[in-house]
């Protein structure tokens, strides 16, 4: 079975960088998606394609990918900014949607 | 901008079929420019991809849940729908619907897509 593999947690001070990795064998040829959830609600796409924003989200927000593996990177984390983040591809055919473990991002 | 919500029972007992419906505001279900999915997540736990429709009546499944799932489309109520059948207690959830934007890629027409609305979600349990 295909998997996406995140980091449980990532810690961070206000202000500081965070990076969030995302790592699949099909991410050498699928797109990743990030998505930011918060306690309660649904969650929100940030990123699409590997690295586009879609309109209302901040600059401070960008992603990259680099082989078979994806970096959600925050910068200038503000508290608002704690969450879950989760990761999204498909399967190396394109059929089957896969979300990694998801990320809680603490801001300390 | 489309909204989505979720709705149907809150519980359901063990070995009967969990039903939900999606209903969309604000667009078409009938664009050719989007797939419907549903998504779940238990309690505390990571985001499940269950499966998608199409307007085409395309229907793609997880694997893991392909032999209890039925997805469909009404049209004329601008919903879309899930069947879960033999429900256990791991079934238990919120399950969201969501709206699949599809991008094609010129010149290929090859595409992309991902979940761009979210509905609220809604709270499933699976107990007696």
């Known amino acids: 079975s295909y998997e996406l593999t995140q980091p449980p947690s990532v810690s961070v001070s206000p202000g500081q960088t965070a990076r969030i990795t995302c790592s699949g064998d099909?991410?050498?040829?699928?797109?990743a998606y990030w998505y930011q959830q918060k306690p309660g609600q649904a969650p929100v796409v940030i990123i699409y394609?590997?690295?586009d924003r879609p309109s209302g989200i901040p600059e401070r927000f960008s992603g990259s990918s680099s082989g078979t593996t994806v970096t959600l990177t925050i910068s200038g984390v503000q508290a608002e900014d704690e969450a879950d983040y989760y990761c999204q591809s498909a399967d190396r055919s394109g059929t089957y949607v896969i979300f990694g473990g998801g990320t809680k991002l603490t801001v300390l | 901008q489309v909204q989505l919500q979720e709705s149907g029972p809150g519980l359901v007992k063990p070995s009967q079929t969990l039903s939900l419906t999606c209903t969309v505001s604000?667009?078409?279900?009938?664009?050719?420019?989007?797939?419907w999915s549903w998504i779940r997540q238990p309690a505390g736990k990571g985001l499940e991809w269950i499966g998608r429709i199409h307007i085409s009546g395309s229907t793609t499944y997880n694997p893991s849940l392909k032999s209890r799932l039925i997805i469909s489309v009404d049209t004329s109520k601008n919903q879309f729908s899930l069947k879960l059948s033999s429900v256990t207690a791991t079934d238990t959830a919120v399950y969201y619907c969501?709206?699949?934007?599809?991008?094609?890629?010129?010149?290929?027409?090859?595409?992309?897509?991902?979940?761009?609305?979210w509905g609220k979600g809604t709270t499933v349990t699976v107990s007696s």
């Open positions: 604000g667009g078409s279900i009938s664009s050719d420019n989007y797939s």
């Open positions: 969501a709206s699949e934007a599809i991008v094609v890629v010129p010149p290929a027409m090859d595409y992309y897509s991902y979940m761009d609305v």
């Open positions: 394609k590997d690295s």
């Open positions: 099909a991410l050498s040829k699928q797109y």
